[in-house]
């Protein structure tokens, strides 16, 4: 079960929404979101209207202004909650994920079951064109050190970036999640 507030002004002020699951459209709600609290639950918010445009994990703790979840504007239109089996995985040690350098599965290949904080000293590659989620669910970053621009995927077939919402194949780092720190 989770919950997350969303509060229009900084440092939790405003008009506020609480949400405990997937929504798909928030704007009815408040216009703008400058602070959140995670109150339970692990969540991926999302800048535009149906889990889509720039994403954002967000853990239990609070969020007095935009740059703590590092936003780059005010806007938060869908959230979803990552379902809690997702961390209980974690203590059966049940992360793969297969990158590809290109569309499709396609050229050079490697596997990984830990955090990667350097795409191209791994896999001697800056982009990842596709991949293949075996056992977890994994954050790209568009930045090698986990910083950047934030994507959520899920166990799953990636045959192209745009799959996980990115628009262009630049990973810079990806890290499993189970109750990152």
Request: hydrophobic fraction near 30%; aromatic fraction near 16%.
């Amino acid at each position: 079960m989770g919950k997350i507030i969303f509060y229009e002004d900084r440092n939790f002020q405003g008009r506020f929404h609480e949400s405990s699951s997937d929504c798909s459209e928030l704007n009815s709600f408040f216009s703008r979101c400058n602070s959140i609290k995670v109150e339970n639950g692990n969540w991926m918010i999302y800048e535009r209207p149906n889990f889509t445009g720039q994403q954002y994990y967000v853990k239990r703790g609070e969020y007095p202004d935009c740059q703590h979840w590092y936003g780059l504007s005010d806007s938060i239109r869908s959230c979803h909650l990552i379902p809690q089996s997702v961390f209980i995985l974690k203590h059966r040690g049940s992360f793969r994920i297969r990158i590809h350098e290109r569309e499709d599965f396609r050229g050079q290949m490697m596997e990984f079951t830990e955090d990667c904080p350097h795409v191209n000293e791994e896999f001697n590659y800056h982009d990842i064109h596709s991949c293949n989620v075996l056992e977890g669910h994994w954050i790209f970053y568009d930045q090698p050190n986990y910083r950047g621009r934030q994507y959520y995927l899920k166990p799953g077939e990636y045959r192209r970036f745009t799959d996980w919402g990115a628009m262009n194949a630049r990973v810079g780092s990806f890290r499993r999640i189970s109750d990152m720190h």
